[in-house]
């Protein structure tokens, strides 16, 4: 995620510091359940089994499963006892702001034998819940769906939920950080998604954690004359015999929550290749195809430069998606970034900025995702970091002015918002994820000069594909690579109070802490 920090008062030069099935189920007859408030549910557990069937032990006891995996600054996100296999969503759109029919598969494989099981579920009224097509009893508490399957679900099977419910399009909810407004987007004439941290609980019933995975269909219903937009490849495009369109979509990757993306509007595609013929697709507002297109067109050439150093883009396609809304931030959402139209029509150096932070997540971020919050650090300040050197080598801004007015405000950030691998919950997303973590970074390669620094980021992005990873991992495979234990170098520079000397520059100073 690309924080505007810029267009919320933050106003700075360019030299300056900136932080910068058929959805089907209208008509069809319903069970309507009886939803209990506020059910107790006994102690959460922290984390969940390692996924992976296997055979139920014969004196197996089914218990629930724990409401969230027990992260520190979030520890209802997430759910335990299951594994998520693949999402189905099919969502049946009507107008901007008017609620409509949704329905959700989660197809799931218990990794405990399990009496019941949560889904992170806010919001929306909960029409019907069946698990394997048997109606389950159903229980909100908060922003936990609490699930009770007619028989217990031993350990190693298969089983499949289905969540009936209609959606509301207006749900949104409010961060004091970068993020502020979070969950459906409205835009003139129909909606886009921001998820980050957590708000796909808002959209759809989820395993909702940044280190959690799994691939999604979407089948999308518009009006005639709307296109819907998802994650991933078009599979097909089927007129309903009433007239309205089904947009079928497929993840190609399995994707965490926070980086799913669907919308809604008059949007054109526009097509393009980038390096190796990878197939770039942009989602366009018809009216913007032509004033967003110099910038969009240079996405090839920001893939070649992130590639010389990250390697191969991690995934099947890419594309940007043009927000015609008032979004405070650019999204990393999976293979369709979204970037805000005023961005695209506005000043060269902050346009590529944006693109290239939300492109650098598809490798760290997106491809290796972050494996509890804290690790927040690891995602953002390799986006940023990036994204400003790409700018210094291409007429923008200069680098290294940025890294030392960083390490000027450094201490300051760690007062205000915790030190790089150690947010709060409410300054997750505030400027030292930004800056001050891509300042880690560049302490590190003033520690260990260039080359080593590449081979360490080729490295991590190599090692850890597809998967989640931490400080600690990040930690260790620096030192393996660099051929030194860079512990007691990076941990003054990630936890505590106080800003390290800067390598190189001994003549940078941190300006004094205001309360």
């Given at each position: 995620m690309k924080a505007s920090f810029?267009?919320?008062?933050?106003?700075?030069?360019?030299?300056?510091?900136?932080?910068?099935?058929?959805?089907?189920?209208?008509?069809?007859?319903?069970?309507?359940?009886?939803?209990?408030?506020?059910?107790?549910?006994?102690?959460?557990?922290?984390?969940?089994?390692a996924p992976g069937a296997s055979a139920r032990p014969p004196d197996e006891i089914p218990s629930p499963g724990a409401r969230g995996l027990g992260d520190p600054l979030l520890p209802l996100d997430g759910n335990g006892g299951y594994t998520v296999r693949r999402y189905t969503l099919a969502f049946d759109w009507r107008?901007?702001?008017?609620?409509?029919?949704?329905?959700?598969?989660?197809s799931a494989t218990a990794t405990?034998?399990?009496?019941?099981?949560?889904?992170?579920?806010?919001?929306?009224?909960?029409h019907t819940v069946?698990?394997?097509?048997?109606?389950?009893?159903?229980?909100?508490?908060?922003?936990?769906?609490?699930?009770t399957p007619g028989r217990p679900i031993a350990r190693g099977r298969a089983f499949s939920v289905r969540v009936a419910y209609t959606a509301d399009p207006t749900q949104r909810r409010h961060r004091d950080d970068a993020i502020q407004d979070y969950g459906w987007v409205p835009t003139p004439d129909g909606t886009l998604l921001s998820l980050q941290p957590d708000g796909a609980k808002m959209i759809f019933p989820a395993d909702d954690h940044p280190s959690v995975r799994a691939p999604f269909t979407f089948r999308i219903t518009t009006p005639p004359g709307l296109t819907a937009v998802a994650n991933g490849r078009l599979v097909e495009r089927v007129r309903q015999p009433d007239g309205r369109i089904r947009w079928t979509y497929d993840s190609e990757h399995p994707v965490a929550a926070q980086l799913v993306q669907m919308a809604v509007g008059t949007y054109a595609f526009v097509d393009g290749k980038g390096p190796r013929g990878l197939p770039v697709r942009d989602a366009v507002p018809q009216d913007l195809v032509t004033g967003t297109e110099a910038y969009r067109a240079l996405t090839p050439q920001h893939l070649a430069w992130l590639e010389k150093r990250l390697g191969p883009y991690p995934f099947r396609r890419y594309g940007v998606l043009v927000g015609d809304a008032d979004l405070p931030v650019a999204l990393e959402t999976q293979s369709l970034s979204v970037v805000p139209s005023s961005d695209l029509l506005g000043d060269r150096v902050d346009?590529?900025?944006?693109?290239?932070h939300e492109?650098?997540?598809?490798?760290?971020?997106?491809?290796?995702?972050?494996?509890?919050?804290?690790?927040?650090?690891?995602?953002?300040?390799?986006?940023?970091?990036?994204?400003?050197?790409?700018?210094?080598?291409?007429?923008?801004?200069?680098f290294e002015e940025m890294m030392r007015s960083a390490y000027e405000q450094h201490d300051q950030w760690r007062h205000d918002d915790g030190a790089p691998a150690e947010p709060t919950e409410p300054t997750l997303f505030r400027q030292m994820r930004y800056d001050g973590s891509a300042l880690v970074l560049y302490a590190l390669r003033e520690k260990v000069g260039e080359d080593t620094f590449d081979r360490i980021e080729r490295s991590w992005v190599t090692t850890y594909r597809g998967r989640a990873a931490g400080t600690r991992d990040f930690v260790r495979l620096a030192s393996d690579v660099a051929r030194e234990d860079l512990?007691?170098?990076?941990?003054?520079?990630?936890?505590?109070?106080?800003t390290p000397p800067m390598p190189g520059h001994p003549d940078w100073q941190v300006d004094p802490v205001q309360d």
């Open positions: 810029t267009r919320r008062g933050i106003r700075t030069r360019r030299t300056a510091l900136a932080l910068t099935g058929a959805v089907g189920i209208t008509g069809a007859a319903v069970l309507t359940l009886t939803l209990t408030h506020g059910e107790h549910h006994g102690p959460a557990r922290a984390g969940r089994p107008a901007p702001g008017t609620p409509f029919a949704a329905a959700a598969t989660v405990q034998a399990l009496s019941r099981f949560d889904l992170d579920f806010a919001g929306n009224t909960l069946t698990v394997d097509g048997t109606p389950a009893k159903a229980v909100r508490d908060g922003d936990e769906l609490v699930v346009a590529e900025r944006n693109l290239v492109l650098t997540h598809h490798w760290t971020g997106d491809s290796v995702a972050i494996r509890r919050w804290s690790d927040l650090w690891l995602s953002e300040g390799h986006a940023r970091f990036y994204e400003l050197l790409y700018s210094d080598t291409h007429d923008g801004i200069d512990t007691p170098f990076l941990t003054p520079w990630l936890y505590g109070p106080h």
